[in-house]
């Protein structure tokens, strides 16, 4: 088993302990966190294969994700507050990207994507899930380019369903 699968492995041992509920949503992320910065392996700057594009994303999540809970601390620091959303955009950014070149390397083939219905008002309308038949892998999105290639294809179905993961997108953290 190669670094990304011992990833992915461990990762999905954190799902399966979030699901039952032995971890919160804050504690799986941290763990996953925790877990992406003291690996071995990424992000990596040449996503040749799949796993790659997916591990990066993942990667990439982690960090946004990571940026936009501590710039919480910062609410009577305005400075330091956008300081850590905007490092947490540009992780955002770096995880479309990933997002991106996985759906060309798969040719746009074995996936699908639809909006999803969420409670943030901030992203009603706006973020969409993208299941990957073959990776058993759902990423999310709420960029406008992924989102217009997907439509170009014909994978994007305009319509808005619940999550394959609504409990966790849903709650907060």
Do not use: W
Request: net charge positive; aromatic share 14%; charged share 30%.
């Amino acid at each position: 088993m190669n670094a990304i699968q011992k990833y992915f492995k461990y990762r999905q041992s954190l799902i399966d302990q979030y699901l039952k509920g032995d971890m919160s949503k804050r504690e799986y992320l941290q763990m996953n966190y925790d877990a992406v910065m003291n690996n071995d392996i990424g992000p990596f700057k040449n996503i040749d294969t799949v796993d790659k594009g997916l591990y990066n994303y993942q990667y990439y999540n982690a960090l946004a994700k990571q940026m936009r809970f501590i710039s919480k601390a910062y609410n009577d620091d305005p400075e330091m507050k956008r300081d850590y959303i905007e490092r947490s955009n540009h992780y955002y950014y770096k995880k479309d990207r990933a997002t991106m070149a996985v759906l060309k390397m798969l040719d746009y083939r074995g996936i699908e994507g639809y909006f999803v219905n969420i409670r943030s008002n901030a992203l009603k309308g706006k973020l969409f899930e993208i299941v990957i038949f073959d990776s058993n892998m759902i990423l999310h999105s709420t960029n406008e380019l992924i989102l217009k290639r997907m439509r170009e294809e014909g994978v994007f179905k305009e319509e808005k369903r619940r999550s394959l993961i609504d409990g966790y997108i849903n709650q907060k953290y």
